[in-house]
């Protein structure tokens, strides 16, 4: 209480700032890209539709894997968007495969 921070001229980016702070989930996106998040999606469409239960959740699964992957290629990508949308995959593949998990890694560390 009472701490004073001068911060005239001060560039800051990616951090925060705090006086005895405590940081959580304090992983970073340097590791995960947009292209890398397109490129998952494309190359694990296929075999996570197929864990779908049934037709109708497989042709649901490859809608919203369209609609991820027009969000992502979009000039601002709505991480909320993206991130709903991945909601209603997992939703419907019940148990996500390795390439799944990897792409839900991905989603988390862009957009939260």
Do not use: C
């Amino acid at each position: 209480m009472g701490d004073r921070f001068d911060l005239r001229q001060a560039k800051i980016s990616n951090t925060a700032i705090g006086n005895h702070a405590t940081t959580y989930n304090n992983s970073s996106a340097d590791d995960a890209s947009i292209p890398d998040l397109i490129k998952a999606l494309a190359s694990s469409r296929e075999a996570i539709a197929e864990s779908a239960p049934t037709p109708a959740d497989r042709t649901e699964v490859l809608e919203a894997l369209d609609r991820i992957e027009a969000e992502l290629r979009s000039d601002k990508p709505r991480g909320a968007a993206v991130s709903a949308r991945w909601q209603t995959v997992t939703s419907l593949v019940g148990t996500l495969s390795e390439p799944a998990g990897k792409i839900a890694e991905l989603v988390t560390k862009l957009f939260g």
